[in-house]
């Protein structure tokens, strides 16, 4: 129990009970259409009954024409607000607080799912970059309005403000395009009008990419001067690590990090309580767990009640594939999630 794990702490407005964040990941528990599910609400709940401090939820789209797959999320006007409502409530019932990761696809929608092909930041019109801004402020209205904490911009993993950021996806020749600032335009944009619409005790944070987007303190540097409560940094070629249990991009976030008055986690390679504790020791102020509760969504709860000090996943990111193959989220795991199998299976 004398671990800095469970230390309570502080991000913006929110106070959480200890150190622990569920980073965002994927969950592919919405159906078909985009709309929210009872599934994804329980899991939701279940990450905060046992001990996670924050719940990230899987990344959520501003625009159902711009989807990742069939089971992601849609946060627009079509949402049900009281499934949001109860989620949170929920959530907050178990001592935990709970944000929505926003995010617009970019080059990574999918063309099956939506019927027409990805875009670059170029085929973007002003007017439509406009809409972006005011989809993003909409989805944080609503998670407002729900009772929700906060959300999180996604800023990483090549999706659309990403795309913006990374000089080679950026092909563009106006003010969003050129030096690390333009670059960074539309992001201040939306973070800017979600602050305007949401107010200061609703918390802002980015996931941020820590190689493949330009010099990561300048970066953040940028987050900072543009009002963010917290900066989640992640490894953007997280998918050729596999089998590595290690924190990874510990380092350069540590030598980033100087100077930089904001509440920082690290999530990537982290999967025992060793390795969390090495990470908030090093300084950074929490950490953030992802396939670990995948895999296992009691872990910190057992780590917790001393059972486990090891995560069971195998870092083998069979989890990228399971949902769709066999309808589980890890290759662990036994029992088909009839939620997966309803969007994944074989249409009638």
Known sequence: MNSPLWVPGTIGPMQIKNRVIRAATNEHLAHRDGRLS?????????????EVGLVITGHMSVDRRERSDEGQ?????????????????????????????????GKKASERVNGHPPRLPAQFTL?????????????????RQAGFDGVQIHNAYGHLLANFLNHVDNRRTDEYAGSLENRFRLTARVIRA???SCGPEFAILVKVGANGYGDLRSLL???????????????????AKRWEKRAFCLEELLRAREGIDLPV???GGIFSQRTAERVLLSGIPFVSFSRALLCQPDFIARMKRGEQEESRCQV???????????????ILHR??????????????
């Open 335 to 348: 029992t088909p999630v009839p939620q997966l199998q309803e969007v994944f299976g074989p249409k009638e």
């Open 316 to 330: 083998c990111d069979e989890c990228f594939q399971s949902f769709r193959r066999r309808y589980v989220r890890c």
């Open 73 to 105: 999320a849609v946060l627009d006007e079509q949402t049900d607000l009281e499934l949001l409502k109860r989620t949170a409530q929920g959530v907050h019932e178990a001592g935990g607080r709970i944000v929505a990761q926003l995010n617009h696809c």
């Open 127 to 143: 007017e439509e970059l406009d809409r972006v801004v005011e989809q993003f402020r909409t989805a944080a209205l609503l998670c």
């Open 221 to 239: 540097k940028l987050y900072q001067a543009v009002g963010v409560d917290g900066v989640e940094v992640c490894a953007v070629d997280f998918d």
């Open 194 to 196: 979600v602050r305007e």
């Open 38 to 50: 009872q599934a994804w609400s329980d899991n939701m709940i279940q990450l905060a009954q046992n």
């Open 265 to 267: 986690s690290l999530v």
